[in-house]
């Protein structure tokens, strides 16, 4: 039986009882006062902080006068990066548990009985579990919807259990959740130029991976997407020190042959690792430790996670607001209407659900005087990688922690409030990528919008699975047109 990943907790009425996997930690975090008023909980990236912090004797250092909420979040949150919660200790600050820039530790809490964890699985009991599972929402859900299927926003597939969405913290005395980014100041100020992101996001992706590759075995998930192209190219000062791999189903595509062939001519050691199939008891694991809240292709082929040798990978996850993943094809039109919980939806490629309707509609009321293009940003990061992307990690990074580069604050403040044309007419990823090495760039990248992926869904009509594939494919194209 795997060990799970993630941290469990419950909350007494003075303090958090936590259980963290193994390999994750706890560090106290203390201000200018010599008080501690917080602690980060997971993996931490110490090679590369934010301005006035410091790491001494295993604890976090910030050199701020911590006050208010607000300052915690600026001035802590915002400059620590890797796999992280953050819980403050009460006073000014509240009892709160915050997640890091792409919750990449999922939590699932229950206010009942006051417990949270990366998933149900680990808050429940075996028979607790199995009495809460909404099997009709599952089936509808998750397993109707084929390999790919997920139960978005905050809802989940255990009565009385919600998820903590991304950029939302959960107050520990009255176990509920509010957003706290994106600021609103943020967003008032003026936007960022070209030149400024590209510099901004090139410093913040070299950072993270030199730091990680300056004390653990790294290697890069490559594949010709433009995403993971640029985790490579961040890796330009430490190519020495960091591998990659690609996974294959033993048919050689455009994903498998341009990594090999570019990794080749760089310098840098690629494997290309056959998926090993999980069994059907591997796959029933799967689910459970996911808490029967989302599929995808992960769920057959985990098991070759564990043939990596490496410390940790790294993933492209996250670089997709950079180029409106959402929208992509209507940028110039995407304010012309407003955002809507149906629509936003369909472009998840979810099926029609009254719940996870009434869901997002909830989510969309604090944020719907935004730009209709930010609004999508967000739903893609919070409504799809927070509900279907991070919450696959309690099983997904039992073998091998995965952390992204892309998954800083620095560069999400950047992809949320640079000009909409600036990120599709102006090639900015690209531009990102030729600031950090040129010569990775020069390789063909399998791009949105070329030949390639137009053959997308006539492939995965082939597979198992195929036609309720594309019918989300479609579901999403014939949303792109209201």
Same mark, same amino acid.
């Given at each position: 039986?795997?060990?799970?990943?993630?941290?469990?907790?419950?909350?007494?009425?003075?303090?958090?009882?936590l259980r963290?996997?193994?390999? &994750?930690?706890?560090?106290?975090?203390?201000? *200018?006062?010599? $008080?501690?008023?917080?602690?980060?909980?997971?993996?931490?990236?110490?090679?590369?902080?934010?301005? $006035?912090?410091?790491?001494?004797?295993?604890?976090i250092?910030? !050199?701020?006068?911590?006050?208010?909420?607000?300052?915690?979040?600026?001035?802590?949150?915002?400059?620590?990066?890797?796999?992280?919660?953050?819980?403050?200790?009460?006073?000014?600050?509240?009892?709160?548990?915050?997640?890091?820039?792409?919750? !990449?530790?999922?939590?699932?809490?229950?206010?009942?009985?006051?417990?949270?964890?990366?998933?149900a699985? /680990?808050?429940?009991?075996?028979?607790?579990?199995?009495?809460?599972?909404?099997?009709?929402r599952?089936?509808?859900?998750?397993n109707?919807?084929? /390999?790919?299927?997920?139960?978005?926003?905050?809802?989940?597939?255990?009565?009385?259990?919600?998820? &903590?969405?991304?950029?939302?913290?959960?107050?520990?005395?009255?176990?509920?959740?509010?957003?706290?980014?994106?600021?609103?100041?943020?967003?008032?100020?003026?936007?960022?130029?070209? *030149?400024?992101?590209?510099? !901004?996001?090139?410093?913040?992706?070299?950072?993270?991976?030199?730091?990680?590759?300056?004390?653990?075995?790294?290697?890069?998930?490559?594949?010709?997407?433009?995403?993971?192209?640029?985790?490579?190219?961040?890796?330009?000062?430490?190519?020495?020190?960091?591998?990659?791999?690609?996974?294959?189903?033993?048919?050689?595509?455009?994903?498998?042959?341009?990594?090999?062939?570019?990794?080749?001519?760089? $310098?840098?050691?690629?494997?290309?690792?056959?998926?090993?199939?999980? !069994?059907?008891?591997?796959?029933?694991?799967?689910?459970?430790?996911?808490?029967?809240?989302?599929?995808?292709?992960?769920? *057959?082929?985990?098991?070759?996670m564990?043939?990596?040798?490496?410390?940790?990978?790294? *993933?492209?996850?996250?670089?997709?607001?950079?180029?409106c993943?959402?929208?992509?094809?209507?940028?110039?039109t995407?304010?012309?209407?407003?955002a809507?919980?149906?629509?936003?939806?369909?472009?998840?490629?979810?099926?029609?659900?009254?719940? /996870?309707?009434?869901?997002?509609?909830?989510?969309?009321?604090?944020?719907?005087?935004?730009?209709?293009?930010?609004?999508?940003?967000?739903?893609?990061?919070?409504?799809?990688?927070?509900s279907?992307?991070?919450?696959?990690?309690?099983?997904?990074?039992?073998?091998?922690?995965?952390?992204?580069?892309?998954?800083?604050?620095?560069?999400?403040?950047?992809?949320?409030?640079?000009?909409?044309?600036?990120?599709?007419?102006?090639?900015?990823?690209?531009?990102?990528?030729?600031?950090?090495?040129?010569?990775?760039?020069?390789?063909?990248?399998?791009?949105? $919008?070329?030949?390639?992926?137009?053959?997308?869904?006539?492939?995965?009509?082939?597979?198992?699975?195929?036609?309720?594939?594309?019918?989300?494919?479609?579901?999403?194209?014939?949303?792109?047109?209201?």
């Amino acid at each position: 039986m795997v060990e799970p990943f993630g941290i469990a907790g419950r909350v007494g009425e003075e303090r958090v009882e936590l259980r963290l996997s193994r390999g &994750l930690r706890s560090w106290p975090i203390r201000d *200018t006062s010599g $008080g501690i008023i917080a602690s980060a909980h997971g993996f931490l990236v110490e090679g590369w902080l934010g301005a $006035g912090l410091s790491v001494a004797n295993g604890e976090i250092h910030t !050199t701020a006068a911590i006050s208010t909420p607000a300052d915690f979040e600026k001035k802590v949150i915002f400059g620590l990066c890797g796999l992280l919660l953050f819980e403050t200790r009460g006073g000014a600050l509240g009892r709160r548990l915050y997640p890091d820039c792409g919750g !990449t530790i999922p939590i699932v809490y229950c206010a009942e009985n006051r417990r949270f964890g990366a998933s149900a699985n /680990q808050i429940f009991d075996t028979a607790e579990y199995d009495r809460r599972l909404l099997q009709k929402r599952v089936d509808k859900l998750v397993n109707k919807e084929g /390999q790919a299927g997920w139960i978005s926003g905050t809802l989940t597939a255990h009565a009385g259990t919600e998820r &903590l969405l991304a950029n939302h913290y959960l107050d520990l005395d009255r176990f509920t959740a509010h957003r706290f980014w994106p600021h609103e100041e943020m967003l008032a100020a003026p936007p960022p130029t070209l *030149t400024q992101a590209v510099e !901004t996001v090139a410093h913040a992706m070299e950072g993270f991976v030199e730091a990680l590759a300056g004390r653990h075995h790294v290697t890069i998930s490559l594949t010709a997407g433009v995403d993971s192209r640029l985790v490579l190219a961040a890796s330009r000062k430490v190519m020495d020190r960091i591998s990659a791999y690609t996974l294959s189903s033993g048919v050689e595509t455009y994903d498998q042959t341009v990594p090999r062939k570019m990794c080749a001519a760089l $310098g840098i050691h690629h494997e290309i690792l056959p998926i090993i199939v999980a !069994t059907a008891d591997e796959m029933e694991i799967w689910d459970r430790e996911v808490g029967h809240a989302a599929r995808s292709p992960n769920r *057959t082929s985990y098991p070759t996670m564990a043939r990596i040798d490496a410390d940790m990978a790294l *993933t492209g996850l996250f670089g997709e607001p950079a180029r409106c993943f959402l929208y992509a094809d209507e940028w110039r039109t995407i304010e012309n209407a407003q955002a809507s919980p149906a629509n936003i939806l369909a472009r998840l490629k979810q099926p029609q659900d009254s719940e /996870q309707e009434a869901n997002v509609s909830a989510w969309l009321a604090p944020i719907a005087h935004l730009l209709r293009s930010v609004i999508l940003d967000l739903a893609y990061i919070e409504l799809r990688m927070s509900s279907w992307g991070m919450a696959q990690a309690p099983i997904q990074r039992t073998s091998l922690w995965m952390l992204m580069p892309f998954a800083q604050w620095s560069i999400q403040n950047i992809f949320l409030t640079l000009p909409v044309e600036l990120r599709t007419c102006e090639p900015v990823l690209r531009l990102i990528g030729n600031r950090l090495w040129p010569d990775a760039m020069e390789w063909p990248i399998n791009a949105y $919008g070329t030949w390639r992926d137009r053959l997308g869904p006539l492939n995965k009509l082939a597979q198992i699975d195929g036609l309720k594939t594309v019918q989300r494919y479609i579901r999403k194209r014939m949303a792109r047109q209201h």
